[in-house]
């Protein structure tokens, strides 16, 4: 099955400060790829996705770019925000295979004001 | 309502016992994901529902785990013979296409079992 693994596992930015986590994957038939913003006590909140026919999406302050050759995707937040302060979740998952997401053990995100 | 709405946002139940916790998924929605997330770890797959019918239950930690999805829209987790160890955030997900994709989620059902 899937196997995604996320790096790093915490990172402290200091506001406007740029904020990069690393995802990969192992499945070479996923084609999905969101990211997630969760807050304490509360639900993962969807932010961002790609597709694997693309290689960058952009919405606002938030990117991801995808590498399908080296099964890697990244979140980009730029001018970081103390509101940004949450733990963030990669995760993949295919369309034609198990079309649940399979998910990254997390990255809590600190962006120190 | 706007979004996946889960009942109850806590339950606290003794070893042994029988659980139910209950999922609305946005409306119109025809996929429905059950996960589990841990302390400190990314959510888990239990369960996907694409209407009434489960698509994939591969999942499912053992047979003590069951859910329904009878009408297509809310969903019941069923946890019978509760152990401490499934003591953990039971999250729903919804999602409009049976794809995979654009998958929102619920605010969880935080079980504890003493």
């Known amino acids: 099955g899937e196997n995604v693994e996320q790096h790093p596992s915490t990172l402290s930015v200091q506001e406007g400060d740029s904020a990069v986590i690393k995802c990969t994957y192992s499945d070479s038939a996923s084609n999905y790829f969101p990211w997630y913003k969760q807050e304490l006590g509360k639900g993962p909140q969807l932010i961002i996705d790609i597709r694997s026919n693309v290689g960058e999406k952009k919405d606002q302050r938030i990117a991801v770019t995808l590498n399908k050759t080296a099964k890697h995707f990244s979140l980009h937040i730029t001018e970081t925000q103390p509101e940004d302060s949450a733990v963030y979740f990669c995760a993949a998952s295919s369309s034609t295979g198990r079309r649940a997401l399979t998910f990254g053990s997390g990255t809590r995100l600190q962006v120190q004001p | 309502g706007a979004g996946v709405s889960q009942t109850p946002s806590n339950k606290v139940t003794e070893k042994g016992k029988y659980v139910e916790l209950r999922c609305d998924p946005i409306s119109g929605h025809t996929a429905l994901y059950w996960y589990r997330q841990s302390l400190g770890q990314g959510p888990e797959f239990l369960i996907y529902f694409q209407g009434t019918g489960a698509a994939d239950d591969s999942g499912l930690p053992n047979d003590r785990f069951f859910a329904v999805r009878p009408e297509g829209s809310v969903s019941t987790l069923k946890i019978q013979r509760t152990e401490r160890g499934d003591s953990a955030v039971y999250l729903c997900?919804?999602?409009?296409?049976?794809?995979?994709?654009?998958?929102?989620f619920g605010q969880g059902t935080r079980l504890t079992v003493v």
């Open positions: 997900a919804s999602s409009l296409t049976g794809d995979g994709t654009e998958a929102f």
